[in-house]
């Protein structure tokens, strides 16, 4: 069986926006989600932390033409799901690797991704999978070295979009 990555893809027009200190109880991500929405904002990525005394954080990602959606309505979002700050961080690019549904099934491709971005010095500040894909957070500043160690490691054309 080869290596079961097909496709790479990349966005560069992104923002990581991470909701903190959120009460962690059943249905406040729903209710993050659901206030997003309502604002016409597509979550491209969520990843939430582990809770500590009643507390978690939730970061996402989404497509920074929509930041000002989260920003006109901090007080009202942080206010409904009892959090304490919002973060943004613009200067993340997304990279995401797609495949067939051997891509979970296959031990180590995880692994061999992740040694490519490190050899290539960059690093991975979030990791979101499913049954065909990898999707990974990286600081802007290292995209252009990451899209050149995958283009080499892995013998695919990496596409650029949003």
Not at 107 to 129: C, D, H, K, Q, Y
């Amino acid at each position: 069986m080869s290596f079961p990555v097909e496709e790479v893809w990349v966005n560069r027009k992104v923002v990581k926006i991470i909701l903190r200190g959120v009460r962690d109880r059943p249905g406040v991500a729903a209710e993050v989600f659901e206030l997003l929405a309502a604002r016409g904002i597509n979550v491209e990525l969520i990843v939430a932390g582990p809770a500590s005394k009643g507390k978690t954080d939730i970061a996402f990602l989404i497509l920074e033409s929509q930041t000002h959606f989260i920003k006109d309505s901090e007080d009202i979002l942080l206010e409904e799901i009892g959090g304490t700050a919002i973060n943004y961080d613009p200067k993340v690019a997304l990279i995401v690797f797609y495949g067939s549904k051997e891509l979970s099934k296959k031990p180590g491709v995880a692994a061999r991704i992740f040694n490519i971005l490190a050899e290539a010095g960059v690093n991975i500040e979030m990791v979101s999978t499913s049954l065909d894909s990898i999707s990974l957070v990286v600081r802007e500043h290292g995209l252009d070295r990451a899209i050149a160690a995958i283009t080499d490691a892995l013998g695919v054309e990496v596409e650029e979009g949003y």
